[in-house]
């Protein structure tokens, strides 16, 4: 008898961990749309390191973006959900810090990337996410 429970047991916790970690992922593809908040960063901004995280030079002035889960070179459209605005960036980064994704920023372009779909002094934007190509 004990001998059944312990089978029992372990395959439901196998059974479990299965559906747990195929609901959790979602493979990367292609048209993949996520939706969320969208900031700006600068090299100016205190924190801001002098290369990304695939270390190339930081650079404001590039249609780049932090974003955690996506392969760098990556490249998606992002669009202003309150204007219609979009931008397409690369990524080349990872971000938001993650005490900001917790409030629901899922990607951070830079400065140059950002004011194309809104004005710098709104700080935070509604957006979608597509990815366009991975690489």
């Known amino acids: ?22 609901n959790l992922a979602h493979p990367l593809e292609d048209g993949l749309i996520i939706l969320g908040m969208a900031s ?5 901004d205190p924190g801001v390191l002098s290369t990304t995280a695939n270390k190339e ?16 070179n990556a490249f998606l459209k992002v669009t202003n959900l ?10 080349n980064d990872r971000g938001p810090a993650k005490d900001l ?24 934007i509604r957006v979608s996410v597509e990815i366009i190509e991975l690489t």
Do not use: H
């Open 1 to 22: 008898m004990r001998y059944v429970a312990v089978i029992i047991l372990t395959l439901t916790i196998l059974l479990l961990t299965f559906e747990s970690l195929e």
């Open 40 to 44: 700006w960063y600068s090299k100016e």
């Open 57 to 72: 030079i930081f650079n404001d002035n590039l249609f780049t973006c932090a974003i955690w889960d996506i392969p760098f």
């Open 82 to 91: 309150e204007n219609g605005r979009v931008v397409y960036v690369r990524v």
């Open 101 to 124: 994704v917790r409030e629901g920023r899922i990607i951070d372009l830079s400065k140059r990337a950002f004011a194309q779909i809104s004005d710098l002094s709104n700080g935070i």
